[in-house]
């Protein structure tokens, strides 16, 4: 159970003045059962690496597998692995053509031959996943506003109940209520179904809170690939890729610095609570309270 | 996919060519193709090509690029040439079987239809290779400006033509990202009958159409908005205006027009003293 990259590289136009290797020499190998973040500055090469995942392009040079097996030797089922191996694209309410929500997010489970009912249950799931109800059922997709089209898109993909759940971006446009609603959905169904699921994301914050695994690409190849904690460690390194830590990890690291015993070591706001409670208690019982303690009482607050 | 597809086929290097003035590419081309017809004789097309050979290699483009435009008329030009070769009188080639029909004649005229028309797909791609689509309709626009006296629309048409030139990519790209997204969600656009086929269309041609739309309206509101009011009295950013390199290339010119000239009376006294 893997999708696995071995020394893929991939060139958009070989016959260019000046040949660009979007993807150079990458080798990867993503198991089941995880959720991977993927970050890299604009233009990186993020989106061109995820489709590889699902056959949409085939890499100029190396192999990509499924379960071991080369997904570009002939007469493999390539439509198969695309529903077995979802992918949302980035602004993928472009892909909406139905006259209605509900058939538009059918048309995944229809293409893979099911049953009308099987159909059915498929998008009502998946609607519901996404935060929309019956009443947007019959709604033209023409009609919603951006962030509900793209909720109607991920149902899309949804719906076809994939192994492997690719999001390229799915939170670009969304507000901070939805954003974080589909984001905690797509956790609950990794951990739930054990799919896995991979998350393209220009949030440091979004990764560092949902991602086990965070891979970092810059001009197509793979600085890091590690958990968040380690990786969100390289904060130098990160901001010379045009990337950053989460904001939290840039507090501690400004608090250890004027003085607090506190690790820099964390990434997400949870862990920055805990970790600043943590430190003040152990103040509190160094020496008893004095003229610092104000300013701490407004940082926790962050 | 569908990126195969070369429209607009700019070959972006910086070279003496590139760097003319378009309209002196327009007439170039134009000049050169009229010279293709004009010329006679062994000398003449060895004048001819060996101008093109010339500007090809100022303009840097890879050769195997010009040729790309060769094969789409491949087929034409084979049939035109064989056309000439049965079809004219004069004296057959060999008195065996299919060679009969075949004349000497028929094959001189063959061989230089066939030059010329080579000649003639290398010129007219070099100009297209070099010149950005908006400097050739910002080229046509200007060179054509003594049609606005017959009120003819020359600054509308050259607006709509380069619009229309530059959606072409982007429609081209956004047919790959939706053919992408649908692929994904097991849209099958490779397989079944025609009907199927053409059902299959459907996923794409909705959400192409949409988007073609919304971004024309957004175009017009954009355009609306920077109080665009069409030919009167506007500027040009970069205003089109001859250097010395575009005198020096109108003299090269005029000189290979001549030269043509010339090796044609030549050639004409040769064949008849
Ligand atoms: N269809 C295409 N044709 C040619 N070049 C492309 C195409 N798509 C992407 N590229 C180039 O490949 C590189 C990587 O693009 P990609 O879309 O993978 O970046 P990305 O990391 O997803 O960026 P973003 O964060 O903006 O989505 C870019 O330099 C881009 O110019
Ligand atoms: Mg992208």
Request: charged share 25%; net charge neutral; glycine share 8%.
């Amino acid at each position: 159970m893997a999708i696995t990259f071995e020394h893929v590289t991939y060139i958009y136009e070989p016959d260019a003045p000046v040949v660009q290797k979007v993807l150079d020499d990458i080798s990867l190998t993503i198991p089941g059962n995880q959720f991977v973040g993927i970050i890299g500055h604009t233009g990186s090469g993020k989106s061109t690496l995820i489709q590889h995942m699902n056959g949409l392009i085939k890499p100029t040079e190396g192999t990509v597998k499924f379960h071991g097996e080369d997904i570009w030797q002939k007469d493999y089922p390539l439509r198969q692995l695309r529903s077995r191996v979802g992918l949302v694209f980035q602004y993928p309410e472009h892909q909406l053509f139905e006259e209605n929500v509900f058939k538009d997010v059918c048309f995944g489970p229809k293409n893979q031959g099911l049953t009308q009912e099987e159909i059915e249950q498929r998008a009502k799931n998946a609607l519901s996943m996404v935060g929309l109800d019956e009443s947007f059922y019959k709604r033209s997709p023409f009609e919603l506003s951006g962030g509900q089209k793209r909720r109607v898109a991920i149902a899309g993909v949804l719906a076809m109940n994939p192994e492997y759940l690719i999001l390229d971006e799915p939170t670009a446009g969304l507000d901070p209520v939805g954003r974080d609603e589909i984001l905690d959905q797509v956790s609950r169904l990794q951990k739930e179904s054990g799919i896995t699921v991979i998350l393209v994301s220009h949030s440091m914050e979004d990764v560092a809170r949902y991602a086990q695994r965070l891979i970092v690409v810059d001009d197509g190849h793979i600085r890091f690939d590690d958990t968040p904690r380690n990786v969100f460690r390289h904060r130098e390194e990160l901001e010379k890729l045009g990337l950053s830590a989460p904001q939290v990890t840039y507090l501690a690291a400004a608090l250890k610095k004027r003085g607090f015993a506190m690790t820099e070591d964390v990434t997400t706001i949870r862990e920055a609570k805990d970790a600043i409670l943590q430190a003040l208690s152990a103040e509190r019982e160094n020496r008893s309270g004095n003229g610092i303690q104000k300013k701490e009482q407004v940082k926790t607050d962050d | 996919m569908i990126k195969d597809i070369t429209i607009g086929q700019y070959y972006a290097v910086d070279s003496p060519i590139h760097r003319l003035d378009p309209r002196v590419k327009l007439v170039g081309t134009v000049l050169f193709i009229v010279s293709l017809f004009v010329a006679e004789g062994v000398f003449g097309y060895l004048a001819a090509a060996g101008a093109l050979a010339f500007v090809i290699h100022m303009s840097r483009v890879p050769f195997r690029f010009m040729t790309r435009g060769l094969k789409s008329i491949l087929i034409i030009m084979l049939i035109s040439v064989s056309f000439n070769i049965f079809f004219t009188e004069g004296t057959p080639v060999a008195d065996v079987l299919i060679l009969r029909s075949m004349t000497w004649e028929g094959l001189e005229k063959a061989v230089y239809m066939a030059i010329r028309l080579i000649m003639l797909i290398l010129g007219s791609t070099i100009m297209t290779l070099t010149t950005t689509p908006n400097a050739l309709t910002d080229g046509l626009e200007k060179g054509l400006g003594f049609l606005k006296k017959l009120h003819v629309p020359v600054h509308e048409l050259a607006m709509m033509m380069s619009i229309a030139l530059r959606f072409i990519p982007i429609l081209i790209e956004e047919t790959d990202k939706i053919m992408k997204a649908q692929t994904a969600r097991g849209a099958d656009f490779e397989s079944g009958g025609i009907i199927r086929r053409i059902k299959a269309m459907v996923p794409l041609l909705i959400p192409l159409f949409i988007s073609a739309f919304r971004r024309a309206a957004d175009l017009a509101l954009a355009m609306e908005a920077r109080c665009y009011h069409g030919d009167a009295n506007r500027t040009k950013m970069k205003p089109l205006r001859y250097e010395h390199c575009d005198r020096g290339a109108y003299g090269c010119m005029a000189a290979y027009l001549v030269l043509i000239l010339i090796l044609k009376f030549v050639w004409k006294g040769w064949i008849a003293g």
